[in-house]
């Protein structure tokens, strides 16, 4: 596995095994003459939604797993995905969330974002001013670096998400839980320390 900071050969049995909690790792396989890149879903893994990482025992009802999107720090990957599918669990996009992943679609998801992804570029864009454009373009080239244009282009996709991201990230640091109810004229607006504030950094009487 290239992303491991572990080297070392392994059948693909322990392979899966050592990858259940890294899903977004890419491992080579020999194919008899020199090694190839493969997916992990390829070799059998499934990335289990709910339950605690564990797979949910009606995993193979109401058509089974399924293949989504995933953008992660080290690229674009596709991932079978093992939906919770018990009685009462929740809506794909809220396992999603719960696993932290960012869904495209609330209704049917097929394409979701990590959070250290969307952590990553928020604090690129602020930093280095990375556009979503140049962004997306470099997970491209992260994934595949000699044929790109064979990778899911995510732009338009992340360029939404990102966005949704910084405003559900504002409710968060603005406290508040449930952004249907009314909210107070500036309530997401940071004050600025430096500017005057009287009776703050600055005497009532100046």
Not at 74 to 97: D, M, Y
Not at 100 to 109: E, G, I, N, V, W
Not at 120 to 137: E, I, K, Q
Request: glycine share 8%; aromatic share 10%; proline share 7%.
């Amino acid at each position: 596995c290239h992303d491991c900071d572990i080297t070392g050969l392994l059948c693909v049995e322990c392979l899966l095994a050592s990858h259940r909690f890294m899903p977004f790792h890419r491992p080579s396989l020999w194919n008899g003459k020199h090694f190839q890149q493969q997916a992990l879903h390829e070799l059998g893994f499934m990335l289990p939604m709910g339950h605690n990482g564990r797979v949910c025992p009606h995993v193979h009802g109401q058509g089974g797993p399924q293949t989504i999107v995933i953008m992660d720090i080290n690229g674009i990957h596709e991932v079978s995905v093992g939906w919770c599918r018990c009685a009462g669990a929740p809506t794909a996009a809220k396992q999603l969330f719960n696993n932290k992943l960012f869904p495209a679609s609330m209704a049917r998801p097929r394409t979701a974002f990590t959070f250290r992804v969307l952590k990553l570029f928020h604090m690129l864009n602020h930093v280095s001013r990375t556009t979503p454009w140049d962004f997306a373009g470099t997970m491209k080239r992260l994934t595949d670096n000699i044929d790109h244009q064979g990778v899911p282009d995510l732009y338009k996709t992340f360029k939404v998400v990102q966005r949704q991201w910084r405003i559900v990230r504002t409710w968060k640091r603005s406290g508040i839980r449930d952004p249907s109810t009314r909210r107070k004229p500036g309530g997401l607006v940071f004050p600025c320390v430096s500017c005057p504030l009287p009776g703050v950094n600055l005497d009532t009487d100046w």
